[in-house]
């Protein structure tokens, strides 16, 4: 049974399938009469309605479940929720609060149910696939391959998003540039390891510890929001840690002249970028979204390509 985990618990070959089959054109019906569960611990706009729109394009159904109506390892054992959910649906989606509920439920299930992360502390894959595939589209009409050779800095809080972003990009040969405070940065370890060794052709991701470095002639700025989901109490320190990380003209006047930006939102104007950036023509916001739709596509076709 094929898992969408982690960007870096997937072969090279396998990431460069689903990359292919999210831009197929819909002519099937991969999940008609298939139902596809989606737990989320955690709120979200984008990833529920990417994936039930995915799920639907490919003849599929869709059922949200929120934390209040199934309370994993509170209300319910991990193990039960996962056998009631394997009875009723070929695939599971999750976006949960401990990466340890995906082993749990694999164990209960004798691996009879897709797991598919959307979103972890340590990771966010199918966050990552969308953006390669934005930034593909941007540089190369689609082309991964043309992503090789480019460099693509992020700033700010290093955050599951940039664990999955850094292992994704490397991987197809791109370079990657982090910017944040030490105590906000990469550290290598977690459900993702972006400072792993990625072997011969992978791209280098560097750290640093101020944004006009790490933005210097990059093609991509990427940044995320400074206050994640569960650290409202630090927002104040927040704020004032990563003040000198917001992305806005002056920054973006250090990157490569036609550099876009992205962001996978929800983003707090003002904050870690302006509007006036983040509304601008070099920002690719809305592909990221629409490419959010076309990244689960990929993944789903992926592993019902196994069965």
């Not at 999940?31 to 569960?37: D, N, R, T």
């Not at 995915?54 to 996962?82: C, P, Q």
């Not at 972890?120 to 992503?147: K, R, Y």
């Not at 700033?155 to 040969?173: I, Y």
């Amino acid at each position: 049974m094929r898992h969408l985990l982690t960007i870096s618990g997937v072969t090279d070959d396998d990431l460069a399938t689903i990359y292919d089959l999210a831009l197929a054109p819909l002519d099937d019906s991969l999940l008609a009469g298939q139902g596809v569960a989606l737990v989320f611990e955690l709120a979200s706009l984008r990833t529920r309605a990417s994936s039930a729109t995915a799920v639907h394009e490919l003849g599929g159904y869709a059922t949200f479940f929120s934390d209040a109506e199934i309370g994993l390892g509170t209300r319910e054992s991990v193990a039960d929720v996962a056998r009631t959910l394997s009875e009723l649906f070929a695939l599971c989606a999750l976006r949960v609060r401990k990466y340890e509920v995906f082993e749990a439920m694999r164990v209960a299930t004798d691996d009879r149910m897709a797991l598919i992360n959307l979103l972890s502390p340590g990771a966010h894959p199918t966050q990552a696939i969308a953006d390669v595939l934005t930034l593909a589209e941007h540089f190369g009409n689609g082309d991964v391959s043309s992503l090789r050779g480019r460099t693509v800095a992020y700033v700010g809080d290093a955050t599951n998003v940039t664990r999955s972003l850094a292992v994704a990009l490397a991987r197809v040969g791109a370079n990657v540039h982090v910017g944040a405070p030490t105590a906000y940065q990469l550290t290598p370890d977690g459900d993702e390891n972006a400072l792993a060794d990625f072997g011969p052709g992978s791209g280098a991701v560097r750290l640093f510890d101020n944004a006009v470095d790490a933005v210097r002639g990059a093609d991509a700025v990427y940044t995320d929001t400074w206050i994640s989901m569960g650290d409202e109490a630090e927002a104040e320190q927040r704020r004032r840690d990563l003040a000198s990380f917001q992305v806005n003209d002056e920054l973006l006047g250090h990157a490569a002249p036609n550099a876009v930006v992205l962001h996978c939102l929800p983003a707090h104007r003002g904050e870690e970028v302006t509007d006036d950036v983040l509304d601008s023509e070099r920002s690719l916001i809305w592909r990221q979204v629409q490419h959010r739709r076309s990244a689960m596509v990929g993944v789903l076709r992926w592993i019902k390509e196994e069965a």
